[in-house]
């Protein structure tokens, strides 16, 4: 009994650290996304000031809005109330990327 609770507890460490190791992935290609797309007008990181002054930092929206709201607005193409925000369309792993960042942004050390 106790090998298999063993190989149990190897095999489930295995799957974290290769889960971990995809969500670091994620959240980089999140992160190159909204350097890509966000960074022009949004507030990208943790202190950095928004270039736009209506156009509130993702460490906010992060606070303000749950991802899983986010995630529909995305794929169907996210407006926004000022007509200077183009108008993106993600598709999934974009937002997943894109989720994955912005959540990570509201983690606390």
Known sequence: MSR??????GLWMGW???AFADDEDMIAQG????EEKCARCHAIGLEDKSPHEKA?????VVE???????????????????PDMPV???DPPQIEAFLGYLNSLSEKP
């Open 64 to 82: 303000i809005y749950p991802s899983e709201n986010l995630a529909e607005a995305l794929a169907e193409g996210i407006v926004s109330g000022h």
């Open 56 to 60: 509130p930092p993702f460490r906010d």
């Open 4 to 9: 298999v609770m063993v190989l149990a507890a």
């Open 16 to 18: 974290s650290v290769v």
């Open 88 to 90: 993106f369309k993600f």
């Open 31 to 34: 992160k190159a996304l909204v």
